[in-house]
């Protein structure tokens, strides 16, 4: 299987924020929203974050995930507590947001 690009994204779900890598190609792709599903999240709000900036706030946790991800497509959270996600990230510095869910 061919590498695929590693991604960060901060989704805001109905019980709040979460960090997360992805190899899927996409934040859309059926397979990961498969697994979101499964995880009781059918509707986001979400910001693809600078990988560098994701690396230099959790250097354990991102190393330890993204030498997981090698080699295959799937997800891993980083981080679940929105008190510290909103006090390392800044709002203002996220792009266009992904929606997902009616």
Known sequence: MPKSRMRSY???????PILVLSTYPKLTDDRLLEKL????IDRFIAYQVDLEEVESVYPQSFKQARDDLEDREDIRVLDFNGHQIMANFS????????????
């Open 10 to 16: 901060l989704i805001f779900t109905g019980t709040g």
């Open 37 to 40: 599903r499964y995880k009781g």
């Open 91 to 102: 709002v203002d510095s996220l792009g266009d947001p992904i929606k997902f869910g009616g």
